[in-house]
C-alpha cells in the first residue's frame, strides 16, 4: 500500500464520511473514492458499505484498520522522534488556553517540552474563547486550546484532547438550582446571558435561539468577560452555558452549576493558524497530545480534523 492509500483508508475509517475525509486529506471527494475503490480491488473485497445515509466499515475494513492503525502510529512516531531529535529547537512559543484545566496541560507539556529542548521557552496565555481565537489570528500566540466549531477559514482545528459534560449556570435561588440535572428544554425558562465577540456558529453551538423541540430561548445581557458572564447571573439577570467542571473553579455563593442530562459534552481542541506549522510548533503539539491521550499515537499535523469554559 502507498502511503496515501494508507492515509486516506485510515481517515475514511475514522470520519466515516467522504467529504469530511476530503476536507481532513485538503484533496476533493472524489479522489478520496477512487482512492478507496482501487485499494478494494487490490485487496479483492470492499473495505466501506456505502448509502446515500451512511459509510460504515465492512468486517474486512475493520480487520483492516485494526491492524493498520498501529503500525501507523508507530511509523509516524519513529517520524516524529526522528524530526525532534534533529531539530535546533530554540525561541519562544506562545500558548494560549480558554479553561483553567486546559491550561494545566499546557503547563505539564511545557515541562516536558523543556526537557528535551530546554532553549525554547514556552509562554503560557489564558483569555476568553473570541480572545484566544483573535490572539491566534493575530499570532500573538502559536496555538491555543479551546472549544469548537469555529468559522475561521485560517485557523486548523486539531485533535480533540478530552471533553467536559455541559451544564446550565443559573443563579442560586432559582428553581432550577435544587434540581440534580436539567435538560436542554429548560432553556427556555430564563433568559441566557451569552458571551459578546464570538462566531455566530459557536454562538448556535453553545447559546442558541430555540431548544431541540422548537421553544423559544430569550437571549438576555451578554459581557465580555467570564466574570462578567457570573455576575449577570448571580445577580438574577439569567442562566449562561459553561461546564460542570467550571464549578470546581468558579464557584460562587449565588450562583448554581446544574448538569444537562441531554446536551452533547463541550470538546476542548487544540488550535493552530493554517500553513504555520514550524519543527517546534509541531513538536510541542505531539507534546500536548501525547499527555492528553497517551495512547493515541503520533498526530498527522499537516491533515488535521477540521471543526465554553
Given at each position: ?11 475514511l ?70 524530526m ?79 471533553s ?24 427556555a ?16 453551538a ?77 513538536v ?11 495512547t ?14
Amino acid at each position: 500500500m502507498e502511503r496515501y492509500e494508507i492515509e486516506t483508508f485510515l481517515a475514511l475509517a475514522e470520519e466515516l464520511h467522504f467529504a469530511r475525509t476530503a476536507e481532513r486529506l485538503h484533496v476533493s471527494p472524489g479522489r478520496v473514492s477512487q482512492t478507496i475503490k482501487a485499494l478494494e480491488r487490490r485487496i479483492g473485497g470492499a473495505l466501506f458499505e456505502r448509502s446515500s445515509r451512511r459509510v460504515v466499515l465492512t468486517p474486512i475494513g475493520q480487520q483492516l484498520c485494526d491492524e493498520l492503525l498501529p503500525a501507523h502510529q508507530q511509523i509516524q512516531r519513529a517520524v516524529a522522534n526522528a524530526m525532534a531529535a534533529c531539530t535546533d529547537v530554540r525561541g519562544v512559543l506562545r500558548a494560549g488556553f480558554t479553561a483553567p484545566w486546559s491550561g494545566k496541560l499546557l503547563a505539564q507539556a511545557a515541562e516536558a517540552f523543556a526537557s528535551r529542548h530546554p532553549r525554547c521557552l514556552v509562554e503560557l496565555q489564558g483569555a476568553t474563547y473570541n480572545a484566544a481565537i483573535r490572539a491566534l489570528r493575530q499570532q500573538n500566540v502559536d496555538l491555543v486550546i479551546a472549544e469548537p466549531p469555529i468559522e475561521e477559514p485560517d485557523v486548523i482545528v486539531g485533535p480533540v484532547l478530552f471533553s467536559e459534560h455541559r451544564a446550565l449556570v443559573v443563579p442560586a435561588t432559582h428553581p432550577l438550582a435544587a434540581r440534580e440535572t436539567v435538560s436542554l428544554e429548560d432553556l427556555a425558562l430564563l433568559p441566557l446571558i451569552t458571551a459578546v465577540g464570538v462566531s455566530p456558529t459557536w454562538r448556535e453551538a453553545y447559546f442558541p435561539r430555540r431548544t431541540p423541540q422548537g421553544e423559544h430561548v430569550e437571549h438576555g445581557p451578554a459581557a465580555s468577560g467570564w466574570e462578567g458572564v457570573l455576575a449577570l447571573v448571580g445577580a438574577g439577570n439569567g442562566a449562561t452555558v459553561a461546564t460542570v467542571r467550571a464549578g470546581r473553579y468558579h464557584a460562587r455563593p449565588d450562583i448554581a452549576y446544574v448538569p444537562f442530562e441531554d446536551a452533547p459534552p463541550v470538546e476542548y481542541a487544540l488550535m493552530w493558524r493554517d500553513e504555520d506549522l514550524s519543527a517546534g510548533l509541531q513538536v510541542f503539539i505531539q507534546t500536548v497530545a501525547d499527555l492528553a491521550q497517551p495512547t493515541s499515537g503520533s498526530l498527522c499535523l499537516r491533515a488535521p480534523v477540521p471543526g465554553p469554559g
